[in-house]
């Protein structure tokens, strides 16, 4: 879960206390009794409540437990009605993707290919006592790495396609060796499936099938036993992945454009620019002609990518500009260094 400014903002207490005690697995007597009072006495703002709800894509365990309290006639009309929509969509699509994993993993048995699915409904299962109950919309699956070729051409004949390139020739084997997973989705009823031989990026120790094997636990998923990540594995794939999806977020840049030592400055020389891997919505747009700085907002960049802007800029003098006289600041303060 994100660390946003509302989870401290002491006018949503009340939201926060009753969001975190429905999206327990269990529904405590003492949480209830904490709760009962606020959700009773009317104060709930249920439009901020609904907006963490699907902040954190947790619609069916929120509804499932309010309706378990009792307490869903007192929820305005239409949240109710958005709250009853995202559950009834979510389940039934849950429901297609277990059908689909269990398939896969038959077709993948048939070929003598150990497959370990994770995240997705096992971790819902794991969590909740039920695959419906947490939100996921694609199946992740960890195969052996000598088993990638077999298991790629198995999604292939059962009519899967592979959503990414690099999965045939050369490219393939650069994947194979540089990278962790490759994708592929089915066109009839677009499940995709990512097929997994790392569980996360590579650091001191290859995080695959062989590092999770001896820790492999039978699971009876929909009445069927297959296998699964022991706890541990699953909590150190949880911690590094959730490392990996940390987003910098509501950040201020600031630029200054170098000089020539006193002699020339830089400037922007066109009001175009591009942005990329920067999030949804940056700003500004475009840039006046002439600036000599580059000020930004509302960007949001991912834990361990980049985020890149283009610009085009003139110079009034020939000579060397090197970001050394201003570098790039965050929040107008942070000083992030010269090769900014």
């Known amino acids: 879960?994100?660390?946003?400014?509302?989870?401290?903002?002491?006018?949503?207490?009340?939201?926060?206390?009753?969001f975190l005690?429905?999206?327990?697995?269990?529904?405590?007597?003492?949480?209830?009794?904490?709760?009962?009072?606020?959700?009773?006495?009317?104060?709930?703002?249920?439009?901020?409540?609904?907006?963490?709800?699907?902040?954190?894509?947790?619609?069916?365990?929120?509804?499932?437990?309010?309706?378990?309290?009792?307490?869903l006639p007192l929820l305005p009309e239409d949240v109710q009605k958005?709250?009853?929509?995202?559950?009834?969509?979510?389940?039934?699509?849950?429901?297609?993707?277990?059908?689909?994993?269990?398939?896969?993993?038959?077709?993948?048995?048939?070929?003598?290919?150990?497959?370990?699915?994770?995240?997705?409904?096992l971790l819902a299962q794991t969590l909740y006592g039920a695959s419906a109950l947490r939100y996921y919309r694609d199946l992740d699956i960890l195969v052996p790495k000598t088993c990638v070729l077999s298991a790629r051409d198995a999604l292939l004949?059962?009519?899967?396609?592979?959503?990414?390139?690099?999965?045939?020739?050369?490219?393939?084997?650069?994947?194979?060796?540089?990278?962790?997973?490759?994708?592929?989705?089915?066109?009839?009823?677009m499940v995709q499936i990512d097929l997994h031989w790392q569980l996360s990026v590579?650091?001191?120790?290859?995080?695959?099938?062989?590092?999770?094997?001896?820790?492999?636990?039978a699971t009876c998923f929909h009445?069927?036993?297959?296998?699964?990540?022991?706890?541990?594995?699953?909590?150190?794939?949880?911690?590094?992945?959730?490392?990996?999806?940390i987003w910098i977020t509501d950040v201020n840049f600031i630029d200054y454009l170098p000089t020539n030592g006193g002699a020339g400055q830089m400037s922007i020389a066109s009001t175009t620019l591009t942005y990329t891997g920067c999030g949804a919505s940056p700003s500004p747009a475009s840039f006046t002609v002439g600036a000599t700085s580059l000020s930004f907002s509302g960007m949001e960049i991912?834990?361990?990518?980049?985020?890149?802007?283009?610009?085009?800029?003139?110079?009034?003098?020939t000579g060397t500009y090197d970001n050394d006289s201003e570098n790039l600041f965050i929040n107008s303060t942070i000083d992030t260094g010269d090769d900014a």
Request: net charge negative; aromatic share 10%.
């Open 21 to 71: 005690c429905l999206i327990r697995a269990d529904l405590t007597p003492d949480g209830m009794n904490r709760i009962s009072g606020l959700v009773e006495s009317g104060s709930v703002d249920w439009a901020f409540l609904l907006h963490l709800v699907e902040k954190h894509r947790v619609w069916t365990v929120f509804y499932a437990n309010i309706k378990k309290t009792g307490w």
């Open 157 to 189: 004949e059962s009519g899967f396609s592979p959503s990414v390139y690099g999965l045939s020739g050369k490219g393939f084997s650069q994947n194979l060796k540089h990278g962790r997973e490759c994708h592929f989705l089915h066109p009839s009823d």
């Open 302 to 317: 991912a834990g361990l990518s980049t985020g890149t802007i283009e610009v085009t800029v003139t110079v009034d003098a």
């Open 82 to 121: 958005s709250l009853s929509h995202q559950y009834v969509t979510v389940v039934g699509n849950n429901l297609k993707l277990c059908q689909k994993l269990l398939t896969i993993l038959g077709l993948f048995e048939s070929r003598h290919i150990p497959a370990v699915p994770f995240k997705g409904p």
């Open 223 to 245: 009445g069927q036993d297959i296998s699964s990540l022991s706890p541990e594995d699953t909590l150190l794939h949880l911690c590094l992945n959730g490392a990996q999806d």
């Open 1 to 18: 879960m994100g660390f946003y400014k509302e989870y401290v903002d002491p006018g949503h207490a009340a939201e926060m206390e009753v």
């Open 202 to 217: 590579p650091y001191r120790q290859a995080l695959d099938y062989d590092f999770c094997k001896k820790r492999l636990r």
